[in-house]
């Protein structure tokens, strides 16, 4: 039986092997971060972790934010965003709304605000086209508070954004005046 649990846990380990540690099983990406299919099935259960082809499609099928995607051909899957191994996504600069948003947690705060927002660990800073999307970001870490940022005048300055394939917006660096933390936490916009 496919229970949620197991779906769960599936996406987390393809996550965790496919963004951060392919090396953790002995798995090559291609320089657009691509792994073979068999290769993936082959190196988890080599490493007591087996997947089967069917819970892999469903993964990738029904994953709740489709972190995951084959390529035309179905032999070769890879993380569509997130990832801290250095990749090439091969993204084309897209134009995004004059206005996204980033959830974070009221920790991190003081910090952002003084600093800007970094990617951290990955190759990206990830905004959020709705309210809804980042407060649930940045709730994974505490207590939500949702940024909005300036993308019109970023772009207006240079900065370049890309869309992922699975619709998060991905960014360079931004600086503190192009944020503003949105009013009392309101769910306008949702
Ligand atoms: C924070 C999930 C202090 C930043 C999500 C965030 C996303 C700072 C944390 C994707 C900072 C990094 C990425 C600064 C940024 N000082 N804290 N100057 N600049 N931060 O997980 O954006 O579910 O690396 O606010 O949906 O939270 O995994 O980034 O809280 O799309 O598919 O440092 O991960 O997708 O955390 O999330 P993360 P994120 P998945």
Same mark, same amino acid.
């Given at each position: 039986?496919?229970?949620?649990?197991? #779906?769960?846990?599936?996406?987390?380990?393809?996550?965790?092997?496919?963004?951060?540690?392919?090396?953790?099983?002995?798995?090559?990406?291609?320089?657009?971060?691509?792994?073979?299919?068999?290769?993936?099935?082959?190196?988890?259960?080599?490493?007591?972790?087996?997947?089967?082809?069917?819970?892999?499609?469903?993964?990738? @099928?029904?994953?709740?934010?489709?972190?995951?995607?084959?390529? @035309?051909?179905?032999?070769?899957?890879?993380?569509?965003?997130?990832?801290? #191994?250095?990749?090439?996504?091969?993204?084309?600069?897209?134009?995004?709304?004059?206005?996204?948003?980033?959830?974070?947690?009221?920790?991190?705060?003081?910090? #952002?605000?003084?600093?800007?927002?970094?990617?951290?660990?990955?190759?990206?800073?990830?905004?959020?086209?709705?309210?809804?999307?980042?407060?649930?970001?940045? @709730?994974?870490?505490?207590?939500?508070? #949702?940024?909005?940022?300036?993308?019109?005048?970023?772009?207006?300055?240079?900065?370049?954004?890309?869309?992922?394939?699975?619709?998060?917006?991905?960014?360079?660096?931004?600086?503190?005046?192009?944020?503003?933390?949105?009013?009392?936490?309101?769910?306008?916009?949702?």
């Amino acid at each position: 039986m496919m229970s949620r649990d197991t #779906i769960v846990d599936t996406s987390k380990l393809l996550s965790y092997v496919l963004r951060h540690r392919p090396d953790s099983i002995g798995l090559q990406l291609d320089t657009n971060g691509w792994a073979d299919v068999d290769a993936l099935l082959q190196r988890l259960a080599e490493h007591g972790k087996p997947v089967a082809r069917e819970l892999l499609d469903r993964v990738v @099928a029904n994953n709740d934010k489709q972190r995951f995607a084959f390529d @035309a051909t179905r032999t070769r899957i890879r993380a569509s965003q997130g990832h801290s #191994i250095q990749v090439d996504l091969a993204l084309q600069p897209a134009q995004p709304p004059d206005v996204l948003y980033h959830g974070t947690a009221s920790r991190f705060l003081k910090s #952002i605000l003084a600093s800007g927002l970094r990617a951290g660990n990955r190759q990206h800073v990830h905004l959020s086209g709705d309210v809804g999307t980042a407060r649930r970001v940045g @709730a994974r870490y505490g207590f939500p508070v #949702i940024l909005r940022v300036d993308t019109a005048r970023m772009r207006a300055d240079g900065a370049v954004f890309y869309r992922s394939d699975n619709g998060v917006w991905l960014t360079g660096p931004v600086a503190p005046r192009y944020l503003r933390v949105l009013d009392g936490n309101s769910r306008n916009g949702d």
